[in-house]
């Protein structure tokens, strides 16, 4: 979600496609400086919470002075990103600069390059885990293959020349191949169980599927994240956000 002139909105895509050429990218454009932009702002997330057609959504700005920046202070804006389901990144201003909807968004980034970081997962780093593997597994075939051809060089010396002799060691070397071929196999199946564990471990560490377990994230009346029941209070009103959707509870009682 961004103005679809800005820089920033470039940055973004070019961060993208560089670490991941397969993801797709929806744009909600909306101004982002200007007298009244703050609801047209809220308006574009509200309008990407209702499509939900995305796994993240960056909120996206370049810096600029504080006046240029007020819009995303603005509590339309705050409510818009606390309602949306969708996990939020905001990418507002440089690394120095801070909003509000810093602290409302799900994650906050220094800059929107640092967003678009921080959405996708980096395809080269896994190109590079995958080429490592492959590296392995080749070293370790060639010195077993290097191992069993010095066993068959030593079984050659040993031959002698009846025929029969010539049969049985041939037999045998039929035998290590074959032992040889069982070894490739499971050492690709090991390989290739590896590679599944590491594809779950990145499905792991989308923040969607963190809600999709069974947590929720509980909010207190200011947006504010409960953490601790030292911040809460018998009759205050939270807001619970879920997997699918959000509740408005009231506090009966405290445990520490």
Same mark, same amino acid.
């Given at each position: 979600m961004t103005s679809p002139d800005a820089a920033a909105l470039r940055d973004v895509l070019t961060t993208l496609?560089?670490?991941?050429?397969?993801?797709?990218? #929806?744009?909600?454009?909306?101004?982002?400086? *200007?007298? =009244?932009?703050?609801?047209?702002?809220?308006?574009?997330?509200? %309008?990407?919470?209702?499509?939900?057609?995305? @796994?993240?959504?960056?909120?996206?700005? =370049?810096? *600029?002075?504080? /006046?240029?920046?007020?819009?995303?202070? /603005? /509590?339309?804006?705050? $409510?818009?990103?606390?309602?949306?389901?969708?996990?939020? #990144?905001? *990418?507002?201003?440089?690394?120095?600069? &801070?909003?509000?909807? @810093? &602290?409302?968004? @799900?994650? $906050?980034?220094? %800059?929107?390059?640092?967003?678009?970081?921080?959405?996708?997962?980096?395809?080269?780093?896994?190109?590079? !885990?995958?080429?490592?593997?492959?590296?392995?597994?080749?070293?370790?075939?060639?010195?077993?293959?290097? +191992? !069993?051809?010095?066993?068959? @060089?030593?079984?050659?010396?040993?031959?002698?020349?009846? !025929? +029969?002799?010539?049969?049985?060691?041939?037999?045998?070397?039929?035998q290590l191949a074959h032992r040889l071929n069982l070894s490739m196999e499971r050492q690709i199946a090991s390989?290739?169980?590896?590679?599944?564990?590491?594809?779950?471990?990145l499905e792991q560490l989308n923040p969607h599927n963190v809600l999709a377990r069974g947590y929720a994230m509980?909010?207190?009346? +200011?947006?504010?994240?409960?953490?601790?029941?030292?911040?809460?209070?018998?009759?205050?009103?939270?807001?619970?956000?879920?997997?699918? *959707?959000?509740?408005?509870?009231?506090?009966?009682?405290?445990?520490?």
């Amino acid at each position: 979600m961004t103005s679809p002139d800005a820089a920033a909105l470039r940055d973004v895509l070019t961060t993208l496609k560089r670490r991941n050429p397969s993801i797709e990218i #929806i744009i909600y454009p909306t101004p982002v400086q *200007g007298k =009244g932009v703050a609801r047209l702002i809220a308006n574009a997330i509200h %309008t990407a919470n209702l499509r939900n057609e995305v @796994d993240t959504l960056i909120i996206c700005r =370049g810096g *600029g002075s504080l /006046e240029d920046l007020w819009q995303f202070n /603005e /509590e339309v804006v705050a $409510r818009a990103i606390d309602e949306c389901s969708i996990p939020t #990144i905001s *990418g507002v201003g440089h690394e120095t600069d &801070f909003t509000i909807c @810093d &602290f409302v968004a @799900d994650l $906050r980034a220094a %800059t929107p390059t640092a967003a678009a970081e921080l959405a996708c997962t980096d395809m080269s780093s896994l190109k590079s !885990q995958l080429l490592h593997l492959q590296k392995q597994l080749s070293k370790q075939i060639e010195t077993h293959l290097l +191992q !069993q051809a010095q066993k068959l @060089d030593y079984l050659a010396r040993r031959l002698i020349s009846p !025929q +029969q002799e010539i049969s049985n060691r041939l037999q045998k070397v039929q035998q290590l191949a074959h032992r040889l071929n069982l070894s490739m196999e499971r050492q690709i199946a090991s390989y290739q169980q590896h590679l599944l564990h590491l594809s779950a471990g990145l499905e792991q560490l989308n923040p969607h599927n963190v809600l999709a377990r069974g947590y929720a994230m509980v909010e207190n009346e +200011q947006g504010q994240l409960v953490t601790s029941t030292d911040q809460l209070k018998i009759g205050a009103l939270v807001n619970i956000s879920l997997c699918a *959707g959000h509740a408005n509870a009231s506090i009966k009682s405290v445990s520490k």
